[in-house]
């Protein structure tokens, strides 16, 4: 029996290059900094696992479900969103960065392993779902895989769900992260109405729980009430709008979607993490410092294109910035923190407990 196009997609992402690379990139917290937080191969799998839950209960398509959730952060820079946002602004002259797209460019041309072409051959579907945002200045010349972002319309609900998995995925393991690191306590969730209403259920149940297992216990029961309600609501607005197929998904709004009570305490949630976690001094400082690491291996680079890799010198030279920018794209935090040494001669403070 051959595997379906989706499968094949897949398969294909798995034995990529940039998918073992996840391993080595931050989520939030520096690989380095511990052994027990999440990194964006974690997360990507959790993702997954997510998206798969809710396509299987929806009669979705799995395989294609949990290619986009496996691909969608491939075209993440080292050091999370402190590494894009920095490599965005090196890059603002040459129309910028943005790591959406740059998964795309990861699955379309940067991979190298097929004897036939460049990329991983994808389907539209696949490549559809990865390409989750777009300027539409950028859209034109993406064609029809961006069709969406100058027409308006959506994905398939593959597709949208892989996303909204990503929301509940890293908001809730950002909760247990957040809390292992000590950067928040549980007192101050408190005042999370989602954590609080499943700490309460589960401190009332098992009082005597151990603090590690009363945490994992709350997350659990709201990564699963997360999951339902996603069920149940996309299944709702589904029928609500009676599309027949995808061709009427995509002409439609967005399906896929939590219910209003839900998304106000998914909103709740993520205002807490962005404000107590991702804001924390700590955080802060590592993220400081892996942005003058990403600038200024841009400006290395930039300045000596001879020190690229012949391979990428060989791209810069077609491709100008873009090459430096997709070489950099590719790095994991480690790497990048070894190759900034090596041609600024300097070390950044914040890296050198690895
Ligand atoms: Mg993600």
């Given at each position: ?12 992402i ?51 479900t ?25 890059m ?50 993406l ?17 949208q ?11 809730n ?74 061709a ?18 998914l ?62 794209a ?18 950044v403070?914040?890296?050198?407990a690895?």
């Amino acid at each position: 029996m051959g595997r379906t196009a989706f499968q094949r997609d897949r398969d294909r992402i798995v034995h990529c290059t940039a998918f073992r690379r996840l391993e080595y990139k931050t989520q939030v917290f520096i690989n380095h900094e511990g052994d027990l937080y999440r990194t964006r191969l974690t997360h990507s799998i959790e993702v997954a696992q997510i998206a798969r839950t809710v396509a299987r209960a929806l009669g979705l398509d799995e395989d294609l479900t949990e290619a986009v959730s496996l691909a969608h952060d491939l075209g993440h820079t080292p050091f999370g969103h402190a590494g894009q946002d920095a490599l965005d602004a090196a890059m603002a002259s040459w129309g910028g960065f943005e790591h959406n797209l740059q998964s795309l460019r990861v699955v379309d041309e940067l991979e190298q392993r097929y004897a036939a072409f460049d990329g991983l051959n994808l389907s539209f579907e696949t490549r559809e779902g990865i390409l989750k945002r777009c300027r539409p200045e950028l859209a034109q010349a993406l064609g029809e895989v961006a069709g969406r972002f100058l027409r308006g319309g959506s994905p398939c609900l593959e597709a949208q769900i892989a996303n909204l998995a990503d929301e509940i995925a890293y908001s809730n393991h950002d909760v247990d992260d957040g809390l292992r690191a000590g950067l928040i306590d549980q007192e101050a969730l408190q005042t999370v109405d989602l954590f609080a209403r499943h700490s309460g259920a589960v401190r009332e149940r098992y009082p005597a729980l151990a603090e590690r297992r009363r945490v994992h216990e709350t997350i659990r029961r709201m990564i699963s009430e997360l999951i339902e309600d996603l069920t149940a609501e996309t299944l709702r607005r589904v029928s609500a709008a009676g599309v027949r197929d995808v061709a009427e998904v995509r002409a439609s709004p967005p399906l896929a979607a939590f219910s209003a009570p839900i998304r106000r305490d998914l909103t709740q949630l993520k205002r807490f993490l962005a404000e107590r976690l991702y804001q924390h001094p700590r955080v802060e400082a590592v993220m400081g410092a892996a942005r003058t690491v990403v600038s200024e291996l841009f400006a290395s680079y930039r300045e000596e294109p001879q020190a690229l890799p012949t391979e990428h010198r060989e791209r810069f030279g077609r491709l100008g910035e873009r090459a430096i920018a997709d070489y950099i794209a590719g790095m994991t935090d480690r790497f990048a923190i070894r190759a900034h040494h090596e041609l600024t001669g300097r070390r950044v403070p914040e890296f050198d407990a690895g």
